[in-house]
């Protein structure tokens, strides 16, 4: 057997390497022929896709990480490809929370951490921080007339109702004063005995609320008058949108702080931190058409560059929380009138902080400075978005905003023009620009508070001169050749990136119910804390309860989001996992509450036949 095998293994190994010519074998066809017939779209060079670039379209230093680069250049294209703004707005809410559930089943939910910011600041030191984060330069002016277009409008008053206006203006200001002469307190409470223990703090911040009350009815005085008869003047004002106690919210993120690797900065961007801005307005206006800009967006003053003064936010007592980003330039979106025309702020409480701890009044100056940076920057980035651009899709043409800062008594004038929101790229060339003017008294009253020392018509006539500076009439003033540039979506030359201008007749009923759930969610969510949130003393019912909703409408509405909506914003994803996880009842499951036939799906026996004799299990 051995020999048998060792001959059928050589005559294997022969019969491979026998010599392929010998008579019985068969030539194999040639692979190619030897004339080929070539396709019709033969070229004679090889055409090759296109390379794709190293960075996305637009201005990037050449050191910046490419990856990240077409990270956020493909966040843009998933933020706009959301037809409403109700939409972006709650995904942007959205995509600040991270939500994941553990091995238990239970729904995990993490904030990244925002930075809070105000008018008032901390330290007058920190102005250059305040210009770094909001990209802004200021400059100090002593000439009012150079801040609007609209130089001595006031001349163009009839003389009677001029010194009409200027007569009950003095008279609300001496009536204003002699009430508070008068004790006639704007609170009502319960009164308390003179024997009755006061606290100094607190008799301290009982003060500074009634200064402060009584500084927000002055001005709502003041200018319900003056606008209320320049209206005959100036049309727009009569169909103007008039606020006072007016919240204001801005969203943004900011780049530089790498080195300082901040509480705020989390992978894969560890060099941008977000900020979050919250006050309140004393007075508003508002209209249906922008200002006319100070500059072109191609001008050379909107190119000034700004220092970096990158340190981290904590050194200015800036710490980090975990909130719901949002935006609200002082008006929910859907009304009509969305662009600034004058919005006041009271300076009674940043007054009062600087005298306690600030003497020196260049202090006071860089408190006023920032004060103008912060709050002209967030309203005019709240309304950029609700026009439909983004930190990844930036302005095309200037937005001008009117403000004033005043107690009542002294006034000083702002200007701001928002050139970019794209702040989170350094190599962005445009620069905010921000005009103020120094505070000046308006009014100066005898010991009595019973007439005038003197009447500052200087700054009375530049309140006029504000008020009746008219908005444009046609977007070609501010918008050259429109038809010619090329955006992604179309639009409107003031909103050049949204899809859905008519609300109403673009969306259908689903869709516009959809929207409009996803946009409450965002509007009356509680405010966001990481102690209440971690908190388990606080009621469920007081914490916020956005992340959940949005799964749940989402979820609900999955057509909708199913149909064009980025993989990014499924919030129903983690819904339909939990309701995949969700543990079944079967005819083994065992409840000792319960009778066993309700789960083995058995009808019970009919108590009425059994004999008397027989006794049922007790259960």
């Known amino acids: 057997m051995i020999l048998l095998k060792n001959i059928r293994s050589t005559n294997l190994i022969c019969w491979r390497y026998v010599h392929r010519n010998h008579p019985g074998h068969k030539p194999r066809p040639l692979a190619v022929p030897d004339r080929p017939t070539l396709p019709d779209n033969y070229v004679d060079e090889a055409i090759y896709p296109p390379v794709k670039p190293k960075l996305p379209p637009g201005e990037f230093h050449e050191d910046y990480d490419p ?3 077409w990270l956020y250049h493909d966040e843009g294209h998933k933020y706009t490809s959301l037809k409403t703004i109700q939409e972006r707005l709650s995904v942007l809410a959205y995509s600040n929370v991270q939500q994941t559930l553990d091995d238990l089943k239970q729904r ?3 904030f990244y951490p925002i930075y809070q910011t105000s008018t008032i600041s901390k330290t007058p030191r920190m102005l250059p921080f305040n210009q770094y984060i ?12 150079k801040l609007s277009h609209s130089q001595n409008s006031y001349k163009n008053l009839d003389y009677n109702k001029y010194e009409m206006i200027k007569t009950k203006v003095k008279e609300i200001i001496l009536n204003n004063h002699q009430r508070l002469m008068n004790n006639e307190s704007i609170f009502y409470g319960i009164p308390q005995h003179n024997d009755t223990f006061r606290p100094e703090c607190i008799e301290k911040q009982k003060k500074l609320d009634r200064d402060v009350a009584f500084s927000n009815l002055l001005i709502r005085d003041i200018f319900n008058f003056i606008s209320s008869v320049l209206s005959s003047q100036n049309s727009n004002l009569i169909n103007a949108q008039y606020g006072f106690d007016v919240n204001i919210k801005s969203y943004w993120k900011r780049c530089g702080f790498k080195e ?3 509480r705020g900065a989390v992978y894969p961007d560890t060099d941008v931190i977000r900020f979050q801005f919250d006050d309140i307005a004393s007075y508003q206006i508002k209209m249906d ?20 003064h990158i340190y981290n936010p904590s050194v200015y007592k800036l710490f980090s929380d975990h909130i719901l980003p949002m935006q609200i330039p002082g008006h929910w979106y859907g009304d009509k009138r969305e662009f600034n025309h004058l919005t006041v702020y009271n300076t009674v409480k940043m007054n009062s902080y600087m005298n306690e701890r600030y003497s020196i009044y260049e202090d006071k100056l860089e408190f006023l400075k ?4 912060n709050s002209g920057h967030a309203e005019l980035t709240a309304q950029a978005y609700y026009l439909g651009y983004s930190m990844w899709k930036d302005l095309t043409y200037p937005l001008l905003g009117q403000y004033m800062f005043t107690d009542g008594k002294y006034w000083s004038f702002s200007n701001y023009q928002l050139n970019t929101i794209r702040l989170w790229n350094k190599a962005t060339s445009n620069t905010n620009l921000c005009f103020v003017t120094q505070p000046k008294a308006l009014y100066e009253l005898n010991e009595t508070n019973t007439d005038f020392k003197t009447f500052n018509d200087d700054i009375f006539n530049h309140i006029l001169n504000v008020l009746l500076n008219k908005p444009i009439e046609n977007e070609t003033e501010i918008i050259e050749n429109y038809s010619e540039l090329d955006y992604l979506i179309g639009g409107s030359g003031l909103r050049p990136y949204l899809a859905v201008n008519d609300f109403e007749k673009q969306l259908t009923q689903r869709h516009k119910l959809f929207a409009i759930s996803l946009y409450e969610l965002v509007k009356y969510d509680k405010p966001m804390s990481y102690l209440l949130f971690r908190s388990k003393t606080v009621p469920e019912g007081m914490k916020p309860k956005f992340h959940r909703l949005y799964d749940k409408y989402t979820y609900e509405f999955r057509d909708i989001v199913l149909n064009y909506y980025p993989r990014d914003f499924y919030g ?8 995949k996880k969700a543990p079944k009842q079967t005819s083994k499951f065992w409840d000792l509450k319960h009778p066993v036939y309700e789960w083995a799906n058995v009808p019970p026996p009919d ?5 008397r004799n027989i006794q049922l299990p007790q259960f």
């Open 134 to 145: 909001t990209k802004t330069h200021v400059q100090m002016t002593d000439d009012t007339n």
């Open 572 to 579: 129903f994803q983690l819904v339909d996992r939990m309701l």
């Open 370 to 373: 920032s004060m103008a940076v």
């Open 67 to 69: 990856k990240l680069a």
């Open 607 to 611: 108590t009425n036949n059994i004999p």
């Open 260 to 262: 300082e690797r901040p």
């Open 108 to 110: 995990r939910t993490r």
């Open 289 to 308: 058409k922008p200002l006319k800009p100070l500059f072109k967006l191609t001008d050379e003053q909107c190119k000034i560059k700004i220092d970096d």
